[in-house]
C-alpha cells in the first residue's frame, strides 16, 4: 500500500503564544515529554518495519506544540528521510529552533510547512530561518492565516520571499462573511489558490481517502480515519495497514481544512500541487478547480 500518515503525539507544549491557540506557552511536564518521546520513537521503529512489509509511506508530523524545539521530531525527521520505502517525510513548524540538524536530512524526501506568526517573531528573523531552508534546497511552502490586522505583514513577507517559494493563505473563518471583494482580490494577490481554502466543502457522504490510505495516528498507535472524526477505526501496531484500509465516506457535514479536503478526489487536488500536495507547495503552471488557467502572482512562479 501506498499510504499518508498523519502523525500527532502527546505533545501539547509550544513556545509562542498565539491569542487564538489553546496550546501558546503552554509547557508540559517532563513526564509528558518522556511519554511524547517514547511515542514518536516506537511510530518511526514501527514505520521503518513498513518497508519489509511491501508498504510505501509518506508521513506528515503536525504536533499541538511545536515539535523541532525536541530532538526526537528532528532524530525521527532525519531517520525517515533515508529509509527507501518512505516517499516524504514533512512537518508543520513554527521555524523558530535551529536548523543546523537539517543538513543531515535526505532534501529529497524532506519538506516543511512553515507557518509564520507576525505576532511572535520579526519579519527578518523569520525570512534568516526560511533561507537556512532555501539554501539547503530543502521544499517548504510559508503560510498564515489572513487575519486584517495582517495584511500588511503579510504583503511584506511575500515581497522579501524568494520568487521559487510558494505562500498559502489560511481563511480566516471565525466570523462570517469576514472578507469584502477588496480584502479577497488583495489575497489572491498573495496566494494564488486562497479561494480554494476560503470554501468550505459539503463532504457528508462523499468520497474521501482518509480512512482508505490516508490515516490520522494519535501518539499511543490509535487510527482514526481524520482528524476531525473522532470515531476510532483501529490500532496501527496492532491491526497494521492493510487491516485498517477500507473505503470511508466522509461523516461531516463539510471539510473547512487543507489537511482534510486534499483529500475528497472529487476536487482534484494534484492539479494544482502536485507532488507536494502534502506540504502545500503549488506547481508552476497549476490549473484552477474550474479549468481556467490561474494566472502566477507578480512574484514570479511557485516552487515545485
Known sequence: MKATLYYRGSLSSCNYDCPYCPFSKNKDSA?????????????????ESQGAEGHRLSVFFNPYGEGLTHRWYKEAMVRLSHMAHVDKVAIQTNLSAGLAWTEELNPNKAAFWVTYHPGQTTEEKFLGQVMQLHNRQIPFSVGSVGVRSAFGRLESLRRSLPSDVYMW???????????????????????PLFDLNAEDYESRGRACGTGLDVFYVQGPGIVKRCYKDRRVIGHLYRDG?????????????????YIG???????????????????????????????EKIKLNAHGPLHF
Not at 36 to 43: I, L, S, T
Not at 180 to 186: G, L, R, Y
Open 261 to 291: 479536503y486534499i483529500h475528497m478526489p472529487e476536487l482534484q487536488l494534484r492539479s494544482q500541487y502536485g507532488g507536494r500536495l502534502l506540504e502545500r507547495i503549488a506547481e508552476a503552471g497549476f490549473m484552477g478547480t474550474e479549468g
Open 31 to 47: 513526564a509528558t515529554l518522556a511519554k511524547d518521546r517514547r511515542q514518536v520513537e516506537a511510530f518511526a521503529d514501527w514505520a
Open 241 to 257: 495497514l492493510d487491516a485498517l484500509s477500507r473505503p470511508r465516506p466522509c461523516r461531516m457535514d463539510c471539510c473547512d481544512c
Open 169 to 191: 493563505v489560511n481563511a480566516f473563518k471565525d466570523k462570517p462573511d469576514y472578507y469584502s471583494e477588496e480584502d479577497m482580490a488583495f489575497l489572491r494577490g498573495l496566494d
